[in-house]
RNA sequence: GGGCGAUUAGCUCAGUUGGUAGAGCAUCGGUCUUACAAACCGAGGGUCAUAGGUCCGAGUCCUAUAUCGCCCACCA
């Protein structure tokens, strides 16, 4: 058979999707007697593309889903995207007016929601082919859409009932607006960002009185709406003010003083002004002491008539400087400093938010919300790395109603009706009378729901609810969410509280949280141009070598960190990849072992248990395998991935490939046909299969590739079982027997590397060995000494005499020496031997240390202590050794 | 202001009930040994951030401190 000698990963990848894909292997059973294991997708933006954090979750999600398949369950992963509200509609809005210069506005609703079905499936699949690259075992037949008619159908559901329950209302309050945007949006979306401002002291006189109250503020342009002056109800310099008023500077309106807890008495004056209708804060103590609400900016962030002719129309930041130019040219500005403090900014296009009044729905959480916490807290939902239990605990305990109407088109609207009389009429169908006054004159709420409110049914609502599906009853709840930390409020909280609610059970059992994919420590960003498109590393490193470096960076839920090389070439800087480059070797060091057997195999055909009667190392890898299986199949169970894919590096290359090939390689590339050789054949074969199914879930595309090329019969390695540890085939003395004969090679190819002996040169080696046993394991294997240690003479013997021109060295058991009659450079060798000594002098003298101490030999482990009698019994036998040696020299 | 995480070899990181510090990459030396030079063989390299404490014994547990990073919060 033709195997080329390097991996070209290109053909091979592109050529097993498509069957995989059309052969049904990640379809799933709706009913079946296998146990199900199931992973929704977190749905990425329809119109979106992949990036590293989508390789680095799908990897981590297809390894487990795959892993599962092959162990027998009915497993589902469950692919779709999200519509993306805000960020699709911006992306839509953008291009019209690029490409057109037609504003949504102008085209109205219902030709813009057209505008952007079509960019949909213009742009959309993208993502979807891109998820195909990775190699991911989707089940494409059950693919959704959060604006499919089935999940519309469960959101006006969960909305309806929601509404009946109470715990979705509407009503006029403060929420944060996007005046770019021109949407409300959710404390969520709203993100603070410290931002260098000037903190403003202005005076506002008192009524009846000489006397000026001094306020700070950072936002001068809302005192247009002030209706009120605010202090602590205990702060005694201020008493004399209860019940007074103060009169607004450039306004002349009278604001009464007003008491309240919020007020900090040891920041600034003590004195804050209050603009019910443009703080958070204010907004409460306007409501508690009955405040007016002056709405002195618009929603495009600019003042109001309200606000007075002057400032009527000017953008707010604009309005901030006029309003401190008449202060201060009526000498009520009192001082500005600088201040850094935090403001929200929209989490979209970073526009300074504008906290303001308007109408909006809400969905009252704290009820969920506590549902949610004792899932997790009985265990129903299992946090892995646990830590981040105690951060949605915190949300929770905290959580707020949530404003779930977007100011957008592109959404699911909002099920509510209103009659000419402003009658709300909630339903799962569009009504065609007020069912409160019988009006038939019915609009429908223009706003949408927010985007995580589909998000948040996700797991059900894919699965077929409302409907009583068989997907629905065998697949949820899931098993396990892999997702990153950014998203556990918008949504890991959220589908835990409506998962809860409407399937009385959580949506998954466990949620693996994973790091960000940084670059040298960065975060990835286009301004930095540090951006790695996983679509170019897999072209350039190789699908299965990407997803080997993402599953290897998984180590404790942390970051995971790409370094970055940068070479010039050719005038072109070309950014490399270290970690990549090392699991292309790594594949490439699986097709080379494979292709090794293709040479040797012939006609050798497959065999299931080809280990009879057959050499120590033989059973030495299979003991080394099984160990391998079972480490393996528990780093998965427990998203340890890390020890996964080394535990995969160090089978598959130290044992197999350094030691396994090597020792068989006389047997196997014999020329005659022997049974021997036969069965030679088949045990690398055997150990290389296996090896090829532990591999798969990690890397399917070499696997699939190479186990196809296999002279035995099997469909599919995607379906292939996963291989399954025999605890009677790890053996403990044989690989202790093993380590002493590999140890042995080691020893003497260091002492000629060390001694710069010609690297051809056969050597003759003295062995002296007291033990008989390993006198006899020894012995059985000279062969494989002599061959991987270049040596043409063995002698073996309990003692070694003294010699005068040998270099000498020793292991645990095992005392060598190697004549080198007119080859040793003496001085080198007192070299070697000296620093041999000092090593196992100071290991020495800290075993002796604690053996010296009584404490020591009464409290430790009975084990511990014999393991160090017995080493340090090991070592000065071998202390001995090397004096005499060096004393002869 | 609260909370979380990190700090181990030049770099990136492992180190699961406390019991003689590990890997990959990089470095140095030697090899075309017919699967693989994207390879093979060998070597060097760490007072485990700092200071205390518990213990016979601490990278591992406890307490402070420092530096870096992240999250949350209604001091205008």
Redesign the pocket.
């Known amino acids: 058979m033709e195997i080329p ?3 070209e990963p290109k053909e091979i990848e592109a050529k097993w999707y498509p069957i995989w894909e059309s052969k049904g292997y990640f379809t799933a059973q709706a009913k079946s007697d296998k146990p199900a294991f199931c992973i929704s997708i977190p749905p990425p933006n329809v119109t979106g593309y992949l990036h590293m954090g989508h390789a680095l979750q799908h990897t981590l999600m297809d390894t487990l889903t795959r892993w599962r398949r092959m162990k027998g369950y009915n497993a589902l992963w469950l692919p779709g995207t999200d519509h993306a509200g805000i960020s699709t509609q911006i992306v839509v809005e953008k291009r019209l007016w690029e490409q057109e210069k037609i504003k949504a506005k102008d085209l109205g609703r219902e030709e813009f929601e057209r505008r952007v079905w079509q960019w949909k499936e213009h742009a959309g699949g993208t993502i979807q082919r891109q998820i195909r690259k990775e190699g991911a075992s989707c089940d494409w037949t059950r693919e959704r859409f959060t604006l499919d008619e089935g999940l519309s159908h469960a959101v006006r559901e969960v909305f309806v009932r929601l509404y009946e329950e109470g715990l979705i209302y509407r009503g006029a309050y403060m929420v944060n607006w996007c005046p770019k945007d021109q949407t409300a949006l959710s ?2 979306e709203a ?2 960002k410290e931002v260098k401002a000037k903190l403003y002291h202005i005076s506002y006189p008192v009524k009846d009185s000489d006397e000026k109250i001094i306020v ?4 001068p342009e809302t005192m247009l709406g002030d209706t009120g002056v605010a202090i602590h109800p205990n702060d005694e310099r201020y008493k004399a003010y209860h019940g007074k008023h103060a009169v607004l500077p450039l306004v002349g309106r009278e604001i009464p003083f007003v008491c309240d807890e ?3 008495m ?3 004056t ?1 004195v ?2 209050v603009t019910p209708a443009h ?3 204010d907004f409460k103590m306007g409501l508690t002491h009955n405040l007016a609400q002056i709405n002195v900016i618009d929603k495009f962030g600019k003042m109001t008539e309200d606000a007075g002719p002057e400032f009527a129309g000017l953008d707010r930041f604009a309005a901030r400087k006029l309003v401190i130019e008449k202060l201060e040219a009526q000498g009520l500005l009192v001082k500005i400093e600088d201040y850094t ?2 403001v929200g900014h929209c989490q979209r296009c970073d526009t300074v938010l504008e906290p303001l009044i308007s109408t909006q729905w809400f969905a009252i959480m704290k009820g969920m919300a506590q549902e949610a916490i004792k899932a997790v807290q009985d265990g129903r939902t299992q946090f892995i790395p646990e ?1 981040w239990t ?2 949605f605990y ?2 929770l305990e ?1 959580i707020q109603d949530w404003c779930i109407s977007r100011q957008l088109w592109w959404g699911h609207r909002i099920p509510a009706w209103y009659c000419s009389s402003n009658h709300i009429n909630v339903a799962r169908e569009t009504p065609s009378t007020c069912s409160t006054c019988g009006s038939t004159e019915l609009r429908q709420d223009e706003d949408v729901l927010d985007t995580w409110f589909s998000s948040a049914l996700w797991p059900f609502s894919t699965l077929g609810w409302p409907a009583q599906t068989d997907d629905l009853k065998t697949f949820y709840p899931t098993s396990e969410m892999i997702t990153g930390f950014d998203i556990i ?1 918008f949504w890991v909280a959220r589908m835990m509280m409506m998962g809860l609610k409407f399937m009385g059970d959580v949506p998954f059992r466990r949620v693996y949280i994973t790091g960000l994919v940084r670059v040298d ?1 960065e975060k990835m960003s286009k301004m930095k141009g540090n951006v790695v498109d996983p679509l170019d590393v897999f072209e350039r490193y190789g699908t299965d070598a990407v997803r080997f470096t993402l599953a290897s ?1 998984v ?2 839920g ?2 995971v ?1 790409l ?1 970055e090389v940068k070479k010039k070439v050719g005038g072109q800087e070309i950014r490399e990849y ?2 990549m480059e ?1 699991a ?2 790594f ?3 699986i097709w ?2 494979s ?2 057997m293709f ?1 040797n195999l012939g006609d050798t055909e497959f065999n299931n248990s080809p280990f009879e009667n057959a050499s120590r190392y033989d059973y030495w890898i299979l003991s080394r395998l099984n160990r391998a299986i079972d480490d393996i199949s528990s780093g998965l169970e427990q998203f ?1 991935f ?2 996964v894919t ?1 535990t995969l590096y160090r089978f598959f ?1 130290n044992d197999f ?2 030691w396994y ?2 020792l068989s ?1 006389p047997v196997v ?1 014999a020329k005659e046909t022997t049974p021997e050789v036969v069965a030679a054949r088949q045990r690398v074969m055997y150990i290389l299969e296996k090896s090829f199914r532990l591999l798969h879930p990690v890397m399917p595309y070499i696997t699939e590739e190479l186990w196809q090329r296999l002279p035995h019969k099997g469909e599919s390695i995607s379906i292939a079982e996963f291989p399954v540890s025999d605890q009677s085939q790890i053996n403990d003395q044989i690989e202790d027997q093993m380590r002493s004969v590999i140890a042995l090679i ?1 020893k003497i ?2 002492v000629r ?2 001694m710069n002996l010609p ?1 051809h040169e056969p050597l003759t080696v003295k062995l002296g060995i007291k033990e008989e046993a390993l006198q006899k394991v020894v012995q059985e294997s000279e062969d494989a000494i002599k061959r991987l240690a270049k040596v043409k003479e063995i002698e073996i013997k309990p003692d070694l005499e003294i010699e005068k021109f040998a270099a000498r060295a020793v292991i645990t058991g095992i005392e060598i020496s190697i004549p080198l009659e007119g080859l040793i450079d003496l001085d080198k060798e007192r070299d070697r031997l000296s620093k041999e000594l000092a090593k196992i002098e100071a ?1 020495i003298e ?1 075993l002796s240390e ?1 053996l010296a ?1 009584p ?2 030999v009464e ?3 009975p084990k ?1 202590v014999e ?1 160090s009698r017995n ?1 340090i019994a090991d070592l000065t036998s071998q202390r001995e050794t090397v004096k005499a040696n060096l004393a002869n020299l």
């Not at 700070?216 to 936002?219: F, G, N, V």
């Open positions: 000698k390097t991996y404390d969520l993100p603070k700070a503020t950072t936002r919020l007020v900090e040891d920041f600034g003590g804050v002004k703080d958070p804060n403090h935090k830590n105690k951060v915190d949300w905290n409020f420590g960076s180590t404790g942390t970051d960190d370094q270290p970690k090392a292309r070797n594949a490439n060091k080379n072992a292709r090794f040479m340890r890390f020890d080394q290359w490939c350094d090939i090597e390689k590339t080691t190819r260091n590397s060390e690297a290991e800290k604690s101490n404490n020591f409290r430790a482990q511990i393991q080493r």
